[in-house]
């Protein structure tokens, strides 16, 4: 990975180097075969995004590739553990999420992200910091009202009660993809159809060892 031009914000007026290293991504890449990129997760709470993530990590498992899913609700129990829904929380969470992700990227790894990710423009700043091709965006798609009456966690009922502020879908927004890689409708497929269909599309890209 090459120099970056994002500033460090933080620093003032003082550069903060980009530091070269002998080792590349592309050396790494050499020794497992598989063309690491991320596929990138995004819908409603209760839409399934975790369930097919996991599938899909298995049947990569299963064909030899190595991987890390990025699951929005475990790494809000550490690295993002400071932060909460609000717009700006969730940017910061989403960029943090899309940082770490291309860092995996760069080690060789294909890299699942599973976050509601509500906001357009944090979505296309994912994908933009990614090599072209080296992005899938999977719309995992439930309309409100089967996401609510699904309400795995009791989330829903609570928003709804008012005990749970700024809740996606209900008084937070959700910008759906306009042009995902992948569209799920989660109410015509089942969680293992959607999976092989990720699957699929990633064999399709030639990313997959062969
Ligand atoms: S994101 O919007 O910033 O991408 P993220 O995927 O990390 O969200 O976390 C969403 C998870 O946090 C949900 O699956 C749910 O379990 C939990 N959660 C708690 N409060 C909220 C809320 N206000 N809105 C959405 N999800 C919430």
Redo the contacts with the bound molecule.
């Keep these: 990975m090459g120099r970056r031009v994002l500033k460090n914000r933080a620093c003032g007026s003082i550069d903060v180097p980009w530091q070269r290293l002998d080792l590349d991504r592309h050396g790494r890449t050499l020794l497992n075969g598989q063309k690491p990129c991320v596929v990138w997760f ?1 819908g409603l ?2 839409a399934g ?2 369930t097919i993530a996991s599938l899909l990590e298995r049947r990569l498992y299963a064909v030899r590739c190595h991987t890390y899913l990025l ?3 475990n ?2 129990n550490g690295l ?1 553990r400071d ?3 609000t717009a700006p ?2 940017v910061e ?2 960029r943090r ?1 899309a940082e770490v992700a291309r860092l995996m990227v760069d080690a060789g790894l294909i890299v699942l992200v ?5 906001f357009r423009v944090d979505r296309r700043a994912a994908r933009e910091q990614m090599p072209a091709g080296e992005f899938f965006e999977v719309f995992v798609d439930a309309p409100l009202a089967v996401a609510e009456a699904r309400d795995p ?1 009791g ?1 829903y009922r609570k ?1 709804r009660r008012g005990e ?7 008084d ?1 927004p959700y910008e759906a993809p306009e042009m995902p890689d992948v569209r799920i409708d989660t109410v015509a497929l089942s969680a293992e159809q959607a999976a092989q269909r990720v699957f699929d599309h990633l064999q399709g890209a030639g990313v997959l060892p062969a």
């Excluded at 599973?114 to 509500?118: E, G, L, N, T, Y």
């Excluded at 749970?164 to 209900?170: A, E, S, Y």
């Design positions: 995004t709470s209760a995004k975790s699951d929005g609700d790494v809000r993002n932060l909460g829904f929380d969730r969470n989403i999420l599973a976050a509601i990710s509500p966690k989330l928003a749970l502020p700024n809740f996606t879908g209900i937070s």
